[in-house]
C-alpha cells in the first residue's frame, strides 16, 4: 500500500491531538487559563454537540456519523488512484483531525476545546479542528485549481 505515510500522518494528528487534550483536561473547566490578548485565550470547555454545538443532545448520532465518515476518507484514500499527493495531505488531516474529536467523544463524552479567538466572535476550538477546516479549505482550492487548470487547457488546447 503506497499510501501508509498518508495514513501514518493521520495517525500523528490524532496522537498529537490527544496528547495536547490530555494536559488541558487537567485545567479547570471554564476559566481562561492563558491570555495573548487582544488575539486569542486558551480556556477549557467540554463541547458536547458537533461544529458550533449542533446536536449536542444527540452524541450517539455525532459518534455513528463521524466513524461512518472517517471509514469513507480512510476508503477515498486507499482506493482513489487520482488523489495527488497534496489532496492525500488533506485528507490525511481530515481523518486524524476527525479522529481526534471521535476518540474524545467515545472516552469522554465530548469534544475538549481550549482555543478561543477574542478579535472575533467564533466558538472555541481545538487542534483536530484547526486540522479538519485546513484540509477541507486546502481540499477547496485544490478542486479549483484543479478545475481552473482544466479550463485553461480546454481553452488552450
Known amino acids: 500500500m503506497k499510501r501508509i505515510k498518508y495514513f501514518l500522518l493521520a495517525a500523528v494528528i ?27 485565550e486558551l480556556r477549557h470547555v467540554t463541547n458536547t454537540g458537533a461544529a458550533f454545538s449542533l446536536l449536542a443532545s444527540r452524541q450517539s448520532v455525532i459518534v455513528l456519523i463521524s466513524v461512518l465518515l472517517t471509514a469513507l476518507l480512510c476508503l477515498y484514500l486507499a482506493h482513489e488512484k487520482s488523489l495527488s499527493g497534496a489532496a492525500c495531505t488533506a485528507v490525511s488531516g481530515l481523518i486524524g483531525g476527525g479522529i481526534g474529536n471521535l476518540l474524545d467523544r467515545f472516552f469522554f463524552g465530548g469534544v475538549t476545546d481550549y482555543i478561543k479567538l477574542l478579535f472575533i466572535r467564533f466558538p472555541i476550538f481545538n487542534f483536530a479542528d484547526m486540522c479538519v477546516s485546513v484540509s477541507v479549505a486546502a481540499l477547496i482550492l485544490l478542486l479549483l485549481f484543479e478545475h481552473q487548470t482544466e479550463k485553461t487547457e480546454e481553452f488552450h488546447g
Open 14 to 40: 490524532a496522537a498529537l491531538d490527544q496528547i495536547i487534550k490530555f494536559f488541558i483536561r487537567k485545567l479547570p473547566e471554564g476559566q481562561a487559563f492563558f491570555s495573548a490578548s487582544p488575539f486569542f
